[in-house]
């Protein structure tokens, strides 16, 4: 059973538009939700992460929103660029678990 | 500062071999995870370990699949005997404790004909 669901599985957003990436989990004994950015032949890498003691987080052109009583949260990406190509997975772990939950992926292709 | 250094970086194998993949953590990191990307079921965890000592290797898939960590520097995952559903990216991680930022290897790439 996903414990984190993933959509869309895969997008493609001109240069210069708004891409956004959702998630749902149902543990509500998640506590800290991270966003991984992996490059073809590359591993995943932290990109950006939000706990959920507030609702918003920006780094750059990368935020999270993260709504606890719908528990759900998101990645947008503003002002796309082709640059930013790459699949993206959300994750979750709770402080009682010992790992992290992964989302199945979202391929992202901006198009000059 | 080298990060999570995993080998082989590609390997075909044929079916009934034994595969062996190797991790090297980052030093100082006292938590190695191993996962599986595949299209369809994304990333999966297979094991991980604190310490040295595995914590939770419930994601192994069969008795086909085998970890060990000797010491806290290097960790492998051992395959036999190997199938084509095996055929994945077998990724090494490792973190300062489970809940901190986990970094990532390049992947071992495993084709199993």
């Known amino acids: 059973q996903q414990q984190v669901k993933q959509s869309p599985q895969s997008l493609i957003v001109q240069k210069g538009g708004i891409s956004i990436i959702n998630c749902a989990y149902e543990?509500?004994?998640?506590?800290?939700f991270p966003w991984y950015q992996q490059f073809p032949g590359k591993g995943p890498a932290l990109l950006i992460a939000?706990?959920?003691?507030?609702s918003e987080k920006k780094e750059g052109r990368f935020t999270i929103s993260f709504n606890k009583s719908a528990k759900q949260f998101s990645l947008h990406i503003m002002d796309s660029q082709p640059g930013d190509s790459a699949t993206y997975f959300c994750?979750?772990?709770?402080?009682?678990?010992?790992?992290?939950?992964f989302g199945t992926g979202t391929s992202l292709t901006v198009i000059p | 500062d080298a990060g999570v250094i995993q080998s082989p970086r590609h390997e075909v194998t044929e079916m009934g071999q034994e595969v062996t993949l190797r991790c090297k953590p980052i030093?100082?990191?006292?938590?190695l995870f191993w996962y599986r990307q595949t299209m369809m079921r994304g990333l999966e965890l297979l094991i991980y370990?604190?310490?040295?000592?595995?914590?939770?290797d419930s994601g192994m898939p069969e008795d086909r699949f085998s970890a060990k960590m000797p010491n806290a520097s290097f960790s492998t995952l051992k395959i036999q005997p190997s199938e084509p559903r095996d055929s994945a990216v077998y990724f090494c991680?490792?973190?300062?404790?489970?809940?901190?930022?986990?970094?990532f290897g390049e992947g071992s790439w495993l084709t199993v004909v």
């Open positions: 991680a490792s973190s300062f404790w489970t809940r901190n930022t986990i970094y």
């Open positions: 543990n509500t004994a998640f506590d800290y």
């Open positions: 939000i706990r959920p003691d507030v």
């Open positions: 994750a979750a772990s709770a402080n009682t678990g010992n790992q992290f939950y």
């Open positions: 030093s100082g990191h006292n938590s």
């Open positions: 370990f604190n310490n040295n000592v595995p914590i939770d």
